[in-house]
């Protein structure tokens, strides 16, 4: 006699609970602000190198 305790996987495609589209949304600004945020920051500093090249060749 054998038993299992195996349980069907529901894909997360599937979910489309209130609280799931929520955490989605929340996700998905996170990630966008933080993308926002690199390329800011990578043009700050490319600013501040070239600024300090031209310093350096004057």
Same mark, same amino acid.
Do not use: H, W, Y
């Given at each position: 006699?054998?038993?299992?305790?195996? !349980? #069907?996987?529901?894909?997360?495609? *599937? %979910?489309?609970?209130? %609280?799931?589209?929520? %955490?989605?949304? *929340? !996700?998905?600004?996170?990630?966008?602000?933080? !993308?926002? /945020?690199?390329?800011?920051?990578?043009? $700050?500093?490319?600013? %501040? !190198?070239?600024?300090? $090249?031209?310093? /350096? #060749? #004057?």
């Amino acid at each position: 006699m054998s038993k299992d305790n195996v !349980v #069907a996987f529901q894909s997360p495609e *599937g %979910l489309e609970d209130p %609280l799931t589209e929520l %955490l989605r949304t *929340g !996700v998905k600004q996170l990630i966008q602000q933080a !993308v926002e /945020a690199e390329l800011v920051s990578c043009e $700050l500093l490319s600013n %501040l !190198v070239f600024n300090q $090249l031209n310093q /350096a #060749a #004057a």
